[in-house]
């Protein structure tokens, strides 16, 4: 994907702001809320600091949120 930005898909984005969507009108907290999108962004972001260099990086066990 990196290598080729436009080869990354959107098909999971769309069904996430589609959940989101739903269960905001259904008045209900969506499947995978804030702040489990928070954690993924953290490990995300550890992934490309350790890649950027060559270190391990930890990634925190509890977000404040």
Do not use: C
């Not at 080869?7 to 959940?19: D, N």
């Not at 009108?25 to 954690?39: C, I, S, T, Y």
């Not at 550890?46 to 949120?65: H, K």
């Amino acid at each position: 994907g990196a290598a080729n930005p436009m080869a990354i898909g959107s098909v999971g984005h769309r069904q996430q702001l589609s959940e989101i969507t739903t269960a905001l009108l259904a008045g209900r907290a969506p499947v995978v809320d804030g702040h489990e999108g928070r954690k993924t962004v953290a490990l995300i972001r550890a992934i490309y600091d350790s890649a950027a260099t060559g270190r391990e990086v930890a990634v925190p066990a509890d977000l404040p949120g």
